[in-house]
């Protein structure tokens, strides 16, 4: 299952990197005489109320709802995992500091906070990564401290204290190695969410902004004919579909494959 997800998410990446080789059309080219056609040889999924090739849409919207999504991700993973490192690590009025700062940032709902921060920071997708990692931080501090807590304490740590050994070499050497399987499945488990996240600010228009090709901006341009070209929803909403299961599934995989190792 984990090779599977593994290679339809890459598959998924080489299309969107390979775009204008892939892609058979223009993805912005409007033909207004061409809207709503059938597939086709020369529009394999047909066209939108644009006329726009829509199979050349969804190649091209793989950049923006993946690369943005790992963008996220990367951010957070490094706020999170250093603030957890640190607290987990120190502890004391360190640990104190950076805890309650997670409960209070914990203590909203996502989505209210992120649509909040968005509203404060303005439209556009640099401030949908902002407000993403700016909520999402906390989570990763939360359950990375939680990891370094418990490999503090293992035997090798312990002695390298012993032996002098400096804390930066224990953190590099010893604890960071010991909590990067874990933050990789916490990261490929949370991908489906961020995906779903950048989607779903697209499709209220506070993410990617129109004519520029998006999942979720496709899905908002495709809600206004849903009644009469309903197929218009079919291959942004099936596509969001199947790379969250993906990186769901994925991260089970691992979960499940890390758990066993740890036995």
Same mark, same amino acid.
Request: with cysteine; hydrophobic share 55%.
């Given at each position: 299952m984990a090779v599977a997800c593994l290679g339809i998410i890459g598959a998924t990446l080489l299309l969107g990197i390979f775009a204008p080789l892939v892609a058979p059309n223009d993805p912005l080219e409007a033909n207004i005489m061409a809207k709503f056609r059938g597939m086709s040889w020369d529009y394999p999924l047909g066209t939108d109320q644009q006329g726009r090739c829509v199979l050349s849409r969804l190649i091209y919207g793989v950049r923006p709802t993946i690369l943005l999504s790992l963008l996220t991700m990367g951010g957070t993973i490094a706020l999170g995992g250093f603030l957890g490192v640190v607290s987990g690590?120190?502890? =004391?009025?360190?640990? @104190?500091?950076?805890?309650? !700062?997670?409960?209070?940032?914990?203590?909203?709902?996502?989505?209210? &906070? +992120?649509?909040?921060?968005?509203?404060?920071? =303005?439209?556009?997708? @640099?401030?949908?990564?902002? !407000?993403?990692?700016?909520?999402?931080?906390?989570?990763?501090?939360? &359950? +990375?401290?939680?990891?370094?807590?418990?490999?503090?304490?293992?035997?090798?740590?312990?002695?390298?204290?012993?032996?002098?050994?400096?804390?930066?070499?224990?953190?590099?050497?010893?604890?960071v190695p010991s909590v990067l399987p874990e933050i990789i499945?916490?990261?490929?488990?949370?991908?489906?969410?961020?995906?779903?996240?950048?989607?779903?600010?697209?499709?209220l228009g506070l993410g990617v902004q129109a004519p520029a090709p998006e999942w979720g901006a496709m899905l908002n341009e495709a809600r206004h004919v849903m009644v009469?070209?309903?197929?218009?929803?079919?291959?942004?909403?099936?596509?969001?579909?199947?790379?969250?299961?993906?990186f769901n599934l994925l991260g089970d995989s691992l979960r499940g494959a890390l758990e066993v190792r740890g036995r």
């Open positions: 690590y120190f502890r =004391g009025a360190v640990d @104190e500091i950076i805890m309650r !700062a997670c409960d209070v940032m914990l203590s909203f709902p996502s989505q209210v &906070m +992120i649509l909040a921060v968005v509203g404060m920071l =303005g439209v556009g997708i @640099e401030n949908v990564i902002i !407000a993403n990692i700016l909520i999402k931080w906390a989570w990763y501090a939360r &359950m +990375i401290r939680g990891s370094v807590l418990q490999h503090s304490e293992k035997g090798f740590v312990i002695f390298s204290r012993t032996t002098g050994a400096g804390t930066g070499f224990i953190l590099w050497r010893h604890i499945v916490l990261a490929s488990l949370d991908a489906g969410w961020v995906i779903i996240n950048i989607s779903t600010l697209s499709f009469s070209y309903p197929q218009q929803m079919l291959a942004p909403g099936l596509a969001v579909l199947t790379l969250v299961a993906c």
